[in-house]
């Protein structure tokens, strides 16, 4: 039960929200469409969208059919929808592709982005140019600094969105660093800083027309991305569950393997040590340099990676396509622990959509084995009632699920975490 007690500052912003929200998932709409999905008063949808449309956010864009309920009213109810270019946000991943930025509009369209790779994580470097590359990109495209919301910032591990603190990212290595405040002290924008799946999860959400969805506008949904690391957002009624900390998600450290391989966060079998690219690509290494029983290294391997210290997940499925036997076991046991840990969060949350990205699933047989492992998993649910599908693996997801998280965090929610309500 919620205690706390309210203010009209917090009611209006709360209304405002709900409003904005239901713009974005159902427009064009009409007011007293708004006014029966949201349950607010008649005058308080008016006064709010009269706002709406002075701050230019909002616009009239036509008139109902006047069909079934709206002929009833005698006239014609006016539609209204989202104005694109009203505002911007812009998105920044921190992730294992280096530094990527993209300027979006309200509705998620990608004006520019840029990339920078990174060789070492140190933090001043890397806010230094995440900083530069922002600077450029609203240079660039003449846009008015009053005009961006805010920047939303995508970092691999467990990040305090109430704080921008990383409190530990395996692929920078950082741990306990507020980079959010230092990146706004650089800019001169307001910043958060989330979870990278939790981003792409909200730019999901926000752009990508769940309304066209079965999950609907009570999206329930999971978002399972297997890259570097392994982690599955949570999404009940539009809400994203975050935790109590903002720890919520963080499936590749679940336990799968006893007493198996140590993990980078320092415990023993995660399923991020058999499933995750890491840890695949840690297995072929190891493989190829004998540091396992398993015999000679493999023919295929030995053409198809070129250093093999280092192997890229490229290289590890162009081995896998060739029919490389070694490849095939390290691959297909991690994808049965995945598919046995989504099937978990499947009994447990019963969610309508089960959304996975990541490069592995770049082909059909292993998007065919992981939903097949999922299915003989999970409890009393049929294809109809669980829908399981792939995103197309794209590098530019999580700085565009940046900005959606900007337009959330800054335009919805007034700078205060909250759920998409």
Not at 129 to 150: V, Y
Not at 237 to 266: F, M, P
Not at 359 to 379: A, G, W, Y
Request: proline share 4%.
């Amino acid at each position: 039960m919620n205690f706390k007690g309210s203010n009209m500052v917090l009611v209006h912003q709360n209304n405002k929200s709900k409003i904005l929200q239901t713009l974005f998932f159902h427009a064009p709409i009409s007011r007293i469409e708004i006014a029966n999905i949201t349950s607010l008063a008649p005058p308080t949808i008016t006064s709010n969208i009269a706002g709406l449309i002075d701050a230019k956010l909002v616009a009239e864009c036509g008139k109902t059919s006047g069909q079934g309920s709206d002929a009833a009213l005698g006239r014609k109810p006016i539609l209204l929808d989202i104005v694109n270019d009203a505002a911007y946000a812009i998105g920044a991943d921190w992730g294992p592709n280096g530094i990527i930025c993209s300027v979006t509009d309200l509705r998620g369209n990608v004006l520019d982005k840029a990339r920078s790779p990174v060789k070492k994580w140190e933090v001043d470097s890397v806010i230094n140019e995440t900083s530069e590359m922002i600077k450029r990109l609203i240079k660039a495209n003449r846009l008015q600094k009053d005009k961006i919301l805010g920047v939303g910032v995508g970092v691999p591990g467990f990040v305090e969105i109430e704080t921008g603190i990383v409190r530990y990212s395996p692929v920078q290595g950082w741990k306990n660093i507020n980079v959010g405040k230092e990146l706004e002290d650089r800019i001169g924008l307001p910043v958060c800083v989330e979870n990278n799946v939790r981003i792409m999860a909200i730019g999901e959400m926000l752009f990508s027309g769940w309304k066209n969805k079965t999950c609907g506008i009570t999206g329930n949904f999971l978002y399972v991305f297997v890259g570097e690391g392994i982690a599955c957002a949570i999404v009940n009624n539009n809400e994203l569950l975050q935790g109590n900390i903002s720890g919520a998600g963080q499936l590749g450290h679940s336990i799968v393997v006893r007493d198996g391989t140590e993990c980078r966060c320092g415990k023993l079998g995660c399923l991020e040590t058999v499933a995750s690219e890491y840890g695949i690509k840690k297995q072929v290494a190891e493989y190829m340099a004998g540091k396992t029983s398993a015999g000679n290294t493999s023919s295929v391997l030995k053409k198809e990676i070129k250093n093999p210290n280092n192997p890229s997940i490229g290289e590890i499925l162009s081995a896998w396509d060739k029919g490389d036997k070694k490849t095939a076991e390290i691959i297909n046991e991690g994808i049965y622990y995945l598919g046995c840990s989504i099937a978990n969060v499947i009994n447990l949350i019963n969610p309508k959509l089960v959304l996975v990205d990541g490069q592995v699933f770049s082909r059909p047989d292993l998007k065919t084995r992981l939903r097949e492992t999922v299915r003989e998993h999970i409890f009393a649910l049929t294809d109809s009632e669980t829908e399981f599908e792939f995103k197309d693996y794209d590098i530019d997801r999580c700085s565009a699920g940046g900005a959606a998280c900007a337009i959330r965090h800054f335009l919805f929610n007034g700078g205060r975490p909250g759920p998409l309500a």
